[in-house]
């Protein structure tokens, strides 16, 4: 029998693997220590990332160090203080911390089309309208970061899917966004 934490043994073979981390991936981009001044609130759906990513760097301008708060349903933990005020301090705390030690002055709010959270939401009416409640949720989180840090510019965006007016039959719709 391996004595125990010795080469072998269950504990030594957890110590060693604790004591020497393999480094897996070395990033190509240099080390910048600058805060950014923006944060981009939205939802975690990986369907739709990589054309909010380039939205805000692209059109919006926030360059490529931004700031990203991403959450199932993005805003909609910002509009529930009366509902479910463990879910609003959750977002309150995070997004007051984080705008406190980064200096942000930029906060961009952006929520899209066909969104799982929305769906599936059980707070409100039994049928509603999901674009009208998501539109209508960003508004409020708006106000409600103007009151929590006044002199912040808040931003609000939808994201949908648009056909490209001269695509034909069978072409990928493209994601647009919208101000809201």
């Not at 393999?22 to 369907?47: F, K, M, N, Q």
């Amino acid at each position: 029998m391996t004595p125990p934490n010795q080469p072998g043994s269950p504990a030594g073979e957890r110590a060693t693997e604790a004591a020497e981390p393999r480094v897996v991936h070395t990033s190509r981009s240099p080390w910048d220590p600058a805060r950014p001044p923006a944060l981009v609130i939205c939802c975690v759906d990986g369907r739709w990332f990589r054309h909010i990513e380039e939205f805000v760097r692209e059109s919006l301008k926030a360059g490529h160090r931004t700031d990203w708060m991403c959450v199932p349903g993005g805003v909609e933990p910002l509009t529930l203080l009366s509902f479910v005020p463990k879910d609003f301090n959750f977002m309150r705390r995070r997004l007051e911390a984080l705008v406190a030690a980064h200096g942000t002055s930029r906060v961009i709010l952006i929520a899209h089309e066909d969104c799982a959270w929305y769906r599936q939401l059980k707070i409100g009416p039994l049928k509603m309208d999901l674009r009208g409640r998501q539109t209508g949720d960003l508004r409020r989180a708006a106000r409600v970061i103007h009151e929590m840090i006044p002199g912040v510019s808040v931003e609000t965006y939808f994201a949908r899917l648009s056909a490209l007016p001269d695509a034909g039959a069978g072409s990928a719709p493209q994601v647009v966004f919208e101000s809201v």
